[in-house]
């Protein structure tokens, strides 16, 4: 059973903080991906990786680094965080290109 | 640029009743579809895919490339229905997918 793990459920920071969401997956996956999920917005890609130290922006990239160092982790940064960053963040991994993707349990983050 | 459109936010239906979730996409090419669901506390996850023209937990998606539409359909809604649901796409060779906004049913 694919499992994808989130470092944290909730999480609450203040303006200007460098804030780092982690996500590890256990399945060997090629793909790992973060989006966040906004109401009325739907799902929007930040960042992806299709191997280890290896990545691409998504639709909105801006405000947003990440880092893959290790197959099985992906870090999305928050360089210096911002109040319109308030969202619900979504990891994903899949095992191939064309394969299903599976998602972690999200974290949700407030930045006052 | 590809893009998902699911029309309604949110949508009521009465258990027993059939129950249509609307996706339209814009692409030029020939894309992959999917749903994706997302029960309360629970996390998203794979629906149905057009590929595999199967029909799961009563759910079937037909992909209709002249309407460019993959609309989502239920013959008689079930309470353990309600969910978000959201379309993708994925287009080409791409690794990523394109996701609507998604549509709240309540039955």
Same mark, same amino acid.
């Given at each position: 059973?694919? &499992?994808?793990?989130?470092?944290?459920? +909730?999480? /609450?920071? @203040?303006?200007?903080?460098?804030? *780092?969401?982690?996500?590890?997956?256990?399945?060997?996956?090629?793909?790992?991906?973060?989006?966040?999920?906004?109401?009325?917005?739907?799902?929007?890609?930040?960042?992806?990786?299709?191997?280890?130290?290896?990545?691409? &922006?998504?639709?909105?990239?801006?405000? +947003?680094? /990440?880092? @893959?160092?290790?197959?099985?982790? *992906?870090?999305?940064?928050?360089?210096?965080?911002?109040?319109?960053?308030?969202?619900?963040?979504?990891?994903?991994?899949?095992?191939?290109?064309?394969?299903?993707?599976?998602?972690?349990?999200?974290?949700?983050?407030?930045?006052? | 640029?590809?893009?998902?459109?699911?029309?309604?936010?949110?949508?009521?239906?009465?258990?027993?009743?059939?129950?249509?979730?609307?996706?339209?996409?814009?692409?030029?090419?020939?894309?992959?579809?999917?749903?994706?669901?997302?029960?309360?506390?629970?996390?998203?996850?794979?629906?149905?895919?057009?590929?595999?023209?199967?029909?799961?937990?009563?759910?079937?998606?037909?992909?209709?490339?002249?309407?460019?539409?993959?609309?989502?359909?239920?013959?008689?809604?079930?309470?353990?229905?309600?969910?978000?649901?959201?379309?993708?796409?994925?287009?080409?060779?791409?690794?990523?997918?394109?996701?609507?906004?998604?549509?709240?049913?309540?039955?």
């Amino acid at each position: 059973d694919v &499992k994808v793990t989130q470092s944290s459920r +909730y999480l /609450v920071k @203040r303006t200007g903080e460098k804030v *780092f969401l982690e996500c590890v997956q256990d399945m060997d996956h090629e793909n790992m991906f973060w989006y966040r999920q906004d109401p009325g917005l739907g799902l929007r890609l930040i960042y992806f990786s299709y191997d280890v130290k290896m990545k691409e &922006k998504g639709d909105i990239p801006e405000g +947003y680094s /990440v880092s @893959r160092e290790k197959k099985e982790r *992906f870090s999305l940064i928050l360089e210096s965080a911002s109040t319109n960053q308030t969202s619900m963040y979504l990891c994903a991994s899949s095992y191939r290109d064309r394969e299903t993707q599976y998602f972690g349990p999200g974290t949700r983050l407030l930045v006052l | 640029a590809q893009r998902v459109t699911q029309p309604e936010k949110l949508l009521s239906v009465f258990k027993g009743a059939p129950v249509e979730l609307k996706c339209n996409y814009s692409y030029s090419g020939s894309p992959e579809l999917f749903w994706y669901v997302q029960y309360s506390r629970q996390r998203l996850q794979l629906l149905l895919r057009h590929i595999s023209r199967e029909s799961i937990k009563g759910f079937t998606a037909d992909l209709n490339k002249g309407e460019t539409s993959f609309h989502l359909k239920k013959p008689f809604a079930q309470e353990e229905d309600s969910a978000m649901y959201y379309c993708a796409l994925r287009s080409g060779s791409a690794r990523q997918l394109t996701f609507g906004s998604g549509t709240q049913l309540t039955v």
